[in-house]
């Protein structure tokens, strides 16, 4: 399986972003798909996830602001990112549990600036 994201890019404070992460939700009964970011000289840290029961969860620090979300006929998962802050500045992975097994996707870089 491989996990394909998308959508990152350079804005300014107060911008909006959606990243897009392929993974393949619609052939598998028990999922979580979840985005996780690292920023320069930081640990790796989860921003929101959503499960194959459609339950969310975002990091306090996104809460009101990110947004995660699930398409299964496109097997998308999407974290639309608004009133972005220059502390959101990183790298976003994607994260996806499939049926017990573990995949991780390639990175895609969010900066912003003030």
């Known amino acids: 399986v491989r996990l394909q994201a998308s959508g990152g890019g350079s804005v300014q404070t107060g911008g909006s972003l959606r990243l897009s992460c392929a993974v393949p939700i619609s052939s598998y009964y028990a999922y979580v798909v979840s985005w996780y970011r690292q920023a320069p000289g930081k640990q790796r840290e989860l921003v929101a996830r959503?499960?194959?029961?459609?339950?969310?969860h975002h990091a306090a620090a996104v809460k009101g602001r990110f947004t995660v979300s699930q398409d299964a006929a496109v097997n998308t998962v999407y974290l639309q990112m608004d009133n972005l802050k220059p502390e959101d500045t990183a790298v976003y992975y994607c994260n996806a549990n499939l049926g017990g097994a573990q995949y991780w996707g390639q990175g895609t870089q969010v900066t912003v600036s003030s």
């Open positions: 959503v499960t194959s029961t459609d339950d969310k």
